[in-house]
């Protein structure tokens, strides 16, 4: 959160203004300072210096994010991957939106994240936006939107980085841009391995028990070339492929994805752009389910889902109209006021930046490629000069409009009941899911001080084909065609953002080597005494239920949950109100020679303290959840025979949820080499009315802590850094009943690098450093899953 101001050899009276970051949420960018709602971002260089081996790891350093389980996804099942921010009803299937490059990266069959596609090395930035979203991007931006930048392909860059350590753990990733010709070529690759470890806890462990393994290995091929006048066409294809071992020898799942998009950007007059994109996706899944006696000396097949396969296609665009000439920038240097957040965290007080864009200089007002396009970085170079006249654009009246449209075909193919040897029962379950929507944002300046937002979005969606063939021994058993069904969806919001003038002038950024600014940004002149900001939004957002959620049945362990085909949407309606209050004084610093990346290091601020508290509310209605119906052993139709020990659930819809809570942040600047941060959510997320479950009413939500906590230090000495980070996660429930408790914990990361030369540096990392146990699930038998042990990495990294 802390700023950094710096008289960089200019007098106090003439401040050298920069054009201030921005963040995408509206699929536009828009500075950060005048957005109406939380947002928190992580650079590449927060990115590459986190102890954590996956980026999901690394986002654990935001209290408000969760994965459906505490486990990581190196070696988690991929449907326990979904997504919740603030605690919005954590299940397999995300609750938030997450993007890569513009482009939805849940499953289109379940709704999880397989994590492993994402870049590590290749990230630009990460921008994370709670509670909003839900106006711009429609369906499943229920919970807030995560978006996934890679560097685009601008320029001659290569990279290689390569990291080895506990449990045979393996990651190597390489980055190859070349300009050839008229075009771009960008080469990415990564591939992660490692033979895991136990998942159960040691006390209960036996001999079926075996390490949960993964191997994932990807391969993207990205073509950038202007195309017409103003017009810059990107090409992309991926090939994606994993298999992970579930912690007995029988369990195991398998992805296999190809992915094709086409992105276009123009700017055809000063006063509009444009982009578009064009994506098509092919993937399969894979799995086997068991169940293991309670001596954990055997296990027998449960199911084997040997084919999930999914299609989708899409199609985005999305226009921004300046109303007002994009020269129109107050030249007063009193209304840029400036703190910059810690790695981004929470909402900016006057100025905030939060974090830096890779190898960007700033983004324009116009001209940016938008977040439906790789070039969002590309159109962002060059063009810092149109923020450099100073001010910020708080007098210009801008309007985002677009569409999109989204189709989805997907089916399991599963045998179940084992009997003699042989599976006994299959069954195909699928359907189509279709929707389309249109959007316009608009946002102007009330007051000089005061901006504001207004939006509505309108999405329609259509569900066909929906099966459920049944086979038992190779004849028809059943054959079950679900009807038609549609809707139409209505997503408005509203904010304002008043950033008050004070005595903390112009934008100011942090050392990247801290994670937290644009690595070519450059702080400014000033003197600052206290900067404060304050905000407001609601919102009401949308998640229509996957396919998954709608035809399919699952098993872990020996908890057997059914889909249910007469799901209702999911409807939220949200707020939030939020402080930063920025105090301290800028000093001068002698400069530092070079980065890592061979570019200056800006000076920064010396006892600067921030301080932020946002409070939120979340009224969801209808929310999937899986309700237990029963405990074995039973025999249920549609679900089967569940064994003693295991739980029968079926998915229903919740009549309401209550989610509501605040967040506290805080970090202090104590030199300009040493930098501490700590965040803490209190979140109550509580069923209120259920008519289906009137045993859940009052109860909390399952796998949501009620508090949680994180902190850390940033330390550099010459061509050292040190970054430990402690996390604390407070006790949560397994179940919906709440009578599964999963302890709180404790778990400490660090991670240290030291510089080379130019371009080259080694690293070491250590997750869960202390080796505390963390449960990750708890079953009724009394069976306790654990997470991550202490893992060591070793690495090193060069690039040119």
């Not at 209290?63 to 505490?70: H, I």
């Not at 309108?458 to 021994?473: M, N, P, V």
């Not at 408005?492 to 112009?506: C, H, Q, Y």
């Not at 109550?684 to 949680?708: C, F, K, M, N």
Request: hydrophobic share 40%; glycine share 12%.
């Amino acid at each position: 959160m802390a700023g950094s101001l710096a008289f960089a050899g200019a007098a106090e009276s003439e401040p050298v203004a920069l054009s201030p970051l921005f963040v995408t949420a509206n699929r536009t960018a828009e500075a950060a300072e005048l957005m109406p709602f939380s947002n928190e971002t992580f650079t590449s260089e927060a990115v590459r210096g986190s102890p954590n081996v996956t980026v999901d790891g690394l986002l654990r350093e935001m209290p408000g994010f969760s994965l459906f389980r505490r486990s990581d996804s190196l070696v988690a099942n991929p449907s326990t991957q979904g997504v919740s921010l603030r605690g919005l009803g954590p299940s397999g299937a995300s609750r938030s939106l997450i993007l890569l490059d513009g482009v939805p990266l849940i499953d289109p069959f379940g709704g999880w994240v397989l994590w492993s596609k994402v870049p590590r090395e290749s990230l630009a930035r990460i921008e994370i936006v709670p509670g909003a979203g839900g106006t711009a991007w429609g369906n499943a931006a229920l919970g807030g939107v995560i978006q996934l930048f890679t560097e685009p392909a601008v320029g001659s860059r290569q990279r290689f980085a390569a990291r080895a350590g506990s449990y045979q753990t393996l990651d190597l990733e390489a980055q190859f841009t070349e300009p050839v010709g008229a075009g771009t070529l960008q080469l990415l690759g990564r591939m992660l391995s490692t033979d895991g470890y136990e998942t159960v806890a040691e006390e209960q462990r036996g001999p079926i028990d075996v390490p949960a393994s993964s191997r994932a290995r990807w391969a993207t091929m990205r073509w950038r070339q202007p195309v017409g006048d103003g017009v810059t066409a990107t090409l992309t294809v991926r090939r994606f492929a994993e298999s992970r071992g579930n912690g007995t020898p029988y369990t195991r799942n398998t992805s296999d994805e190809t992915f094709a998009s086409l992105a276009l950007a123009g700017q055809p007059s000063t006063r509009f752009q444009w982009n578009a994109t064009a994506y098509g996706q092919q993937q399969d899944f894979t799995s086997t389910f068991s169940a293991v006696n309670a001596t954990r000396t055997a296990e027998t097949p449960a199911s084997h889902q040997f084919a999930v396969p999914a299609d989708t296609v899409g199609l985005a665009w999305v226009g921004e109209w300046a109303h007002d000439s994009a020269a129109r920038w107050n030249d007063r240097g009193d209304e840029l006021g400036g703190a910059n957040r810690g790695r981004g965290t929470g909402v900016p007080p006057v100025g905030l930046a939060q974090a830096g864009m890779s190898r960007g200089t700033g983004v324009p007002p116009v001209g940016f490629a938008g977040t439906n396009s790789p070039d969002h970085g590309a159109a962002a170079a060059g063009a810092s000069e149109v923020g450099a006249r100073g001010g910020r654009a708080s007098d210009e009246a801008r309007t985002v409009f677009g569409f999109d449209f989204r189709d989805v075909r997907g089916e399991t193919r599963e045998d179940s009941a084992y009997v003699d040897g042989a599976f006994t029962r299959r069954r195909f379950a699928g359907g189509r899911q279709s929707m389309a929507g249109a959007f316009v944002l608009h946002r102007r300046a009330l007051a000089p001080d005061v901006r504001a937002s207004l939006g509505l979005r309108a999405d329609g969606w259509l569900e066909t084909d929906g099966h459920r063939r049944d086979f038992l021994r190779g004849e028809p058993a059943g054959d079950v065609a679900f009807g038609r069904r549609d809707g139409l969806e209505l997503s408005p919001s509203a904010g304002v953002a008043w950033t008050p003038k004070s005595n903390l002038m112009g934008y100011s950024f942090m050392p990247p080597h801290l994670g937290e600014s644009n690595p070519l940004g450059y702080s400014l002149a000033g003197r600052g005494t206290r900067a404060v900001r304050l905000h407001a939004s609601v919102q009401q957002a949308f998640r229509r239920p996957t396919l998954n959620e709608l035809y399919r049945a699952f098993r872990v362990g020996n908890v057997i949950t059914d889909g249910n085909p007469a799901l209702r949407t999911e409807n939220v309606t949200s707020g939030e109100i939020g402080a930063t209050v920025t105090a301290g004084r800028a000093l001068p610093t002698a400069p530092r020679s070079t980065d890592r990346r061979d570019q200056e290091i800006p000076p920064v601020n010396r006892g600067r303290l921030t301080l932020g508290v946002t409070g939120f509310w979340n009224e969801l209605r209808d929310s999937v959840a899986n309700v237990t119906i029963a405990s074995g052993p039973v025999t249920l139709p549609g679900i089967g025979f569940v064994p003693a020990g295991g739980e029968a659930r079926r998915k229903h819809n919740l009549d309401r949820t209550r989610v509501r809570g605040v967040t506290l942040e805080a970090a202090w600047t104590f030199t300009d080499a040493l930098r501490f941060e700590a965040e803490y959510l209190f979140n109550d997320a509580r069923v209120t009315r259920a008519g289906v479950a009137p045993w859940l009413i009052g109860r909390r939500l399952a796998q949501v802590p009620e508090q949680s906590a994180t902190a850390g230090v940033s330390w550099r000495r010459g061509r050292w850094t040190l970054s430990p980070r402690v996390r604390w996660m407070g006790q949560q429930f397994e179940d919906d009943n709440n009578r599964l408790p999963l302890a709180a914990a404790t778990v400490i990361d660090v991670a240290v690098s030291a510089t080379l030369s130019r371009s080259a540096e080694v690293f070491a990392s250590a997750e869960n450093l202390f080796d505390h146990r963390v449960e990750t699930g708890r079953a009724a038998s009394g069976l306790v899953s654990v997470g991550t042990p202490r893992l060591l990495l070793v690495g090193f990294r060069v690039w040119r």
